[in-house]
Every structure is written in C-alpha cells, then in structure tokens.
Nanobody, 120 residues
C-alpha cells in the first residue's frame, strides 16, 4: 500500500524558515508529479507548489520567491523549503503524489498533513 508521510511542521516566527519533507513508501511502479497543498481554517485547500518527475516546478503567486519545492527521487522524497514566512502561511500542509501502481494505473495519494503556524 502506498503511503505519504509529511514531517517538518511547527511553530515559527514571522520571517523565519521551515523545511517540510514528504516520504513516499510502498510498492509502486513510479512516482510522477508531486505537490504541496495547504488548508487554513475556514478556507478551501489550495495549491502551494508542484514538481514533475523531471524537476519542472510551479508555484502559487502567494509563495513565489519565498518557497522552493524539490525532490530526491532516490529517496522517494519531496521537500518544501519555506522562507520569509508570514502569518498568512499558517495552515495544514499536505503532500500529494500522482503514483502509478504496478497495474499501470495512476492515482492521487495524500499525506495526513503537517501543521505550520507562523506567529510571534
């Protein structure tokens, strides 16, 4: 069974940094596009950043220039480096992966989420 597990969230002051990690485990054919999403209280889940298997990236306008998504395919891990954090970045951050199973079917898998709180 495929699992995505996030880590690295926590409490940080405005202007600070955090690095989130998401490890993909299980038996699968391939890990394709990966992404980070976030959901603040009372708001819909929104895209933060995505990265293709080849390393092409895409960012929400609200995080461009502050966040960096990367991946280590050998470790089946995707990262989100978050710098210059603002209170409005406070949310639960979720990792999503497009995974091709051994039956060559592609599904979206989600992690359980990790809380990021930006506050003084």
């Amino acid at each position: 069974q495929v699992r995505l597990v996030e880590s690295g969230g926590g409490l940080v002051q405005p202007g600070g940094s955090l690095k989130l990690s998401c490890v993909v485990s299980g038996i699968m054919f391939s890990i394709n596009d990966m992404g980070w999403y976030r959901q603040a209280p009372g708001k819909q889940r929104e895209l933060v950043a995505t990265i293709t298997s080849g390393g092409s990236t895409n960012y929400a306008d609200s995080v461009k220039g502050r966040f960096t998504i990367s991946r280590d395919n050998a470790k089946s891990t995707v990262y989100l480096q978050m710098d210059s954090l603002k209170p409005e970045d406070t949310a639960v951050y979720y990792c999503k992966g497009k995974i091709t199973t051994l039956r060559r079917l592609e599904y979206d898998y989600w992690g359980q989420g990790t809380q990021v709180t930006v506050s003084s």
